[in-house]
C-alpha cells in the first residue's frame, strides 16, 4: 500500500504501473540554493531582534561576526 502523503512523489510508466519519480542533482542544488538563503534570512531576522536587546561582551561579539561576515558564521557551525 502506498502511504498518501507520497502520492506526489509517484508517477504512472508506459505500462501503467507505478514508479517513483527521481530527484536529479539539480533538483537537490536549487534546493541547496533555497535552503542557504532561507538561513542567511533567518539569521538577519535574528541579529535585527537581538540588537534591539543591546546585547553586551560575547554576544556583541558574535552579532559583530555575523553582521560581517555572516557566511562564515554559519560555515563555522557546520
Known amino acids: 500500500m502506498i502511504n498518501p502523503r507520497f502520492k506526489s512523489l509517484m508517477d504512472q510508466d508506459s505500462r501503467g504501473e507505478q ?3 527521481a ?3 539539480a533538483d537537490i542544488a536549487r534546493q541547496e ?3 542557504e538563503a532561507e538561513a542567511m534570512q533567518d539569521v ?3 541579529v535585527r531582534r537581538v540588537r534591539k ?3 553586551t561582551g ?3 561579539a558574535l552579532l559583530k561576526v555575523l553582521d560581517k561576515a555572516p557566511e562564515a ?3 563555522a557551525l557546520h
Do not use: G
Open 19 to 21: 514508479t517513483f519519480i
Open 23 to 25: 530527484t536529479t542533482e
Open 33 to 35: 540554493v533555497s535552503d
Open 44 to 46: 538577519a531576522k535574528f
Open 53 to 55: 536587546r543591546s546585547p
Open 73 to 75: 558564521a554559519l560555515a
Open 58 to 60: 560575547a554576544a556583541k
